[in-house]
């Protein structure tokens, strides 16, 4: 694993120094920032430059526990009850090596869990929401909720990568245009480079529409580029970065229980309020996830 600092370059798309480096090993380096009741002018800066930022011990290891102990029993229940979808949007299933099934791609989670409802409760999210933009809320029943994303590389995993891509394309899918999106990540499980995890394209989040739209074969495109960096956390990391970047989850080197990686995904929303329900439809976003697995 090689740790790598990097500065804006003349090309928005390519960090500096980057292609003597092997590709996906390239850990990004960046000081040890922690949340607050407000991002701080640094924080800010870092974020706006690069399009990623990651704060240390959002929450002590205990706590990070009590939150996967709930998490592991929403999966039983979820998977006893054969659920496939919840509120119109499909879950991602898969099955351990010994036959046992789980779910890949939890979403609205935090409707199932006290503890998860009350986690997006935190007074610092208020901090995440005054950066993210005017009229910016939590949507716990908005779009896919809390979503919680559990890759595994083993026999019957149905969730070990995910292709290249942009969160702000998403909203052609829901008919509206890209937009600046902070896309808040929150680490159940540790995320050493072993675990393959998210590569990001720093500053990518600077281009206009048509390189997001045409850069890339959006998550159909799985190989590592030159210019990626991998975001490596700790169970109790938070991370955000802008849904403009272009990035990927690469497959962990190592396998079964060693392989796990676990993040919650915090609904952010503006504009009007568009509550789901169990008689919501399936977005045709959803529909795609036949060909690219996503």
């Known amino acids: 694993m090689t740790t790598t600092t990097f500065e804006a370059p003349e090309a928005p798309a390519k960090p500096t120094s980057a292609a003597a480096l092997p590709p996906m090993n390239r850990c990004i380096d960046m000081p040890r920032f922690e949340l607050g009741e407000r991002l701080t002018p640094e924080q800010v800066e870092f974020l706006d430059t690069f399009g990623f930022i990651r704060f240390k011990s959002f929450l002590p290891r205990a706590e990070v526990a009590k939150l996967v102990e709930e998490v592991e029993a929403i999966d039983a229940r979820l998977v006893a009850e054969g659920r496939t979808v919840i509120n119109g949007v499909p879950l991602i299933l898969g099955k351990r090596k010994d036959g046992r099934g789980f779910v890949q791609r939890m979403c609205f989670s935090s409707t199932f869990g006290e503890r998860l409802h009350a986690f997006l409760q935190d007074p610092r999210f208020k901090a995440i929401l005054e950066i993210a933009g005017p009229g910016y809320r939590i949507g716990e029943r908005e779009r896919d909720g809390l979503v919680i994303n559990h890759y595994r590389r083993e026999e019957g995993s149905s969730y070990k990568r995910l292709g290249w891509h942009t969160d702000s394309l998403r909203d052609l899918f829901y008919f509206e245009m ?91 929303m503006e504009g009007p309020e568009k509550l789901k329900d169990e008689n919501s439809p399936t977005p045709v976003y959803f529909r795609l996830r036949r060909f690219a697995r996503f």
């Open 178 to 268: 890209p937009r600046r999106y902070l896309n808040v990540g929150f680490y159940l499980d540790d995320s050493p480079i072993e675990k393959g995890g998210v590569r990001l394209i720093p500053f990518s989040h600077q281009q206009g529409l048509w390189p997001m739209l045409t850069r890339k074969a959006h998550f159909m495109d799985t190989d590592a580029d030159p210019a990626e960096y991998a975001l490596v956390a700790e169970a109790g990391d938070l991370t955000i970065h802008d849904g403009r970047i272009w990035h990927r989850v690469a497959e962990a080197s190592a396998t079964g229980d060693a392989s796990q990686r676990r993040v919650m995904y915090v609904p952010l």
